[in-house]
C-alpha cells in the first residue's frame, strides 16, 4: 500500500506540474476571455464529472470490506491468538512476545498512562498494522503474519521525551 | 445587496493609514515567527540526520512543541492580517478590535514560550489527554497549566475579534445566508456576479473558526481542570475529537482566508474579473459543513470511534477537495491562461499557492482513505502533506500578498533577490515535502527525536531541503523588513 500511495502521489504531482506549466507557457499571449472561456468551463463540467466518478469508485474498493476490524466480536471463542498489549512510558508489556504465522493474531491494545500508538514492523523496517493506545478503552488489532521474522514494536503517537526509545520485540514463528 | 455592484466602505484616510499600519504588524510577526520555525524544522531535521548531536530529545521535542503551536498560530495571525484587509473594504470593522486580538495573541505566545523554555513543556501542539499532566518529572503541572492557559488565551482573542466580524456582516447583509450568497444559489434572488468573493470567503471562515475555537476552548478547560483535580477524568477520545475538530478547522481556516488574497489580486494582475456565480456559492457553503466535517480522518486508529463518524470522514474528506479542484484551482488558471498577465514575484506566488494546495491534497486524500492510512498514519507522510499545503499553499499566498502591499509597479522587473528567494523556497519546499512523503512510504514514524540508522539519510536529505526554504525565506524576510513599513497603500488596478 506505501508503494501505490507513492506512486499515485508523485504522478498525480507530476501531472499537475504539467497542467500548470502548459497554463503559464500560455499566459503571456492576450485573448479575449470570452473567446475560450466558454469551452473550458465546459471541460470543467467534464472534471467536476470525472472527480465525482473517480470518488465513488474509491469509496466502493476502499470500505467494501470495511478495513477495521470489529470491536465487538469476541475474539477468544474464534481460537485466534491472543495478546494483551499495554503501553507505558516510555515501554510495551504484552501477554506473550511470540506468535505463528497464517492464523490470526488479536492484539488488545491499551495503555497504562497517556496516549500511545502501537506499530507493527517487520525486519525490512516496513509499517505492517497499527492502532492507537488509548487511556480507558481497548481497541482490537487483527492481523496475520505471512513471513516469520523478528518484528519491532514501535510507538506511534507522541508520548513524552522517550517516545522514539519506546521499542518493542515479536517474534513471529512457522506454525 | 442585489446591486450588480459592489459599494465598498468608505473609510477616512487616517482610519486606512492606521489599518495599514496594522495589517502591516500582522505580516511582520508572521514573517519574522516563521521563520524562526523554520529554522526550528531544519534544526530538528539535522538532529534527526545526526548533524546536529548537541540536540538532545528533550529540547528536540520542546523545538518540536513551539514549531506545532507556533506554525499554527502564526498561520492564522498572519492569514486573518490578509482577511481583514480585504473584508473591511466591504463590511465595517473595527481597527481597535484587530489590534486587541494581536495583542492578546502576542500575551498568549509569551506564556507559551514560558512554558516550553522555562517550564519544559513539551507535550506537542496536539497536548493530547492525559499527556500534559503526566510528564514523569520532565515538566511541571505549572508549565502544562502555562500551556493550555496560553492556548485558551489566543483563542479568546480570536473570538473577540469574529464578534466583531459578525457584527460588521450582519449589519450589511442582515445575515450570513445573504452574506454566503444562499438566496442567489437556491433562486431566490437574480445572480449578482458582483457579490464580493471576499465576504463569502469571511462568512465561511467566520463560522467555522468560531465553533472551532469554542470547541477547543471546551477542551483546555476540561484538560485544565483535570491538571489540578485529577480525580475528574474525562473521556480520552471525547478530548482528542475535540483537540482535532479544532486543530484541523484552524489551520484550513487559514488556508481558506488566506486564499482571499487570491480573489482578489489575480484578476488584478490579469485584468480579469473573478465573478462569483451559483457553482461559487455552492462550493463555499458545501465548505462550510465539510471543513468541520472531516477531522475523523485523524481517528481512524482509534478503533472504538464509531464506523459510521469513519466512513463520513473518509467520503468528506475526498468530497472537500473538489471544491478547491474545481472552482479556486481551476478558476485561477482559467484567469491566468492568454491573459497577458505581467509575472512579478507576487503573481508567480499566487499561482505557485494554487499548485501547491492542489498538489498537496492529493497524498492528504489517500492519506484520508482508512486502506491508506493503516499504514501511513503517524508516519511521516502526515508531516509531508501539511508541510506540502503549508509551505507551498499557504505561504506563498501570505507572501504575495505582502509582495503586493510592497505597492511597486507591476511592469518593473522583479529584483535578483526575489527571483532567488522565489526559486530557493519553492524548490527546497517541493523537495522537503517529497522527501517527508517519500520517508513515509518507507514507514518512518513520525514525532522521533533519534531516528535509526536506516532513517538517517532521508533525514539529511530533509535538512539540506530545509536549508533552501530557509534561505529563500530569509531573503523575503529581509526584504519584507525593508520595504513593508515605508510601503504606501496600493491602488488597485483596473478590472474589466
Known sequence: MQSAAWYITLISVISLIGVFYFVISNSKVKEEYSSFSKAWYGVRGKWFIFLIILWVTLLIITLKPFPLPSQTENYSDKGDQIIDVSGHQWYWVMSSDTVVIDKPVVFQVTTGDVNHGFGVYNEKLELVAQVQAMPGYTNKLVYTFTQPGKYRILCLEYCGVAHHGMIGELNVKES | MSKATVDKIHYSDAENRGALIAVKAHLITGFLVFLLMMLGGAVMRAAQGALMPSVGADLFYQIMTVHGVGVVGTSAIASTGILWYFLRQYVQLSTKIFWLNFFIFLTGVVIILGSIFLGGYAGAWTFLYPLP??????????????????????????????????????????????????????????????????????????????LGIAAGAVALVIMLINLYNPEFKPDALLVKNLIYFFGHVIINAAMYASVSAVYE??????????????????????????VMAVYPHHLYMDFPLPKWIMIVGQVLSYGSGIPLMVVTGYGALMLVYRSGIQWNTSAKLLILSMFGWAAGGIPAVLDSMITFNKVLHNTLWVPGHFHFYLLLGLLPMILGFTLYLFNIPQEKEPPLVEKLGFYSYAGGALLLSLVFLNSGSNGIPRRWAVHLDEWIPYAQLGAVAAVLVVFGFLLFTVRVLIVLPKAAEPVPAAVH
Open chain 2, 265 to 290: 489580486l489575480l484578476p488584478q494582475y490579469t485584468g480579469r474579473p473573478y465573478k462569483t456565480s451559483k457553482v461559487f456559492y455552492a462550493a463555499w457553503f458545501a465548505i462550510v459543513f465539510m
Open chain 2, 133 to 210: 499532566g503526566i510528564s514523569l518529572g520532565v515538566w511541571s503541572t505549572g508549565a502544562a497549566a502555562g500551556f493550555l492557559i496560553g492556548l485558551l488565551l489566543i483563542g479568546t482573542g480570536f473570538l473577540i475579534l469574529y464578534l466583531d466580524w459578525g457584527r460588521a456582516i450582519l449589519s450589511r447583509y442582515g445575515s450570513f445566508g445573504q452574506a454566503l450568497g444562499l438566496p442567489q444559489l437556491f433562486g431566490k434572488e437574480p445572480l449578482n456576479p458582483y457579490h464580493p468573493t471576499t465576504v463569502v470567503v469571511g462568512t465561511m471562515v467566520l463560522i467555522v473558526d468560531f
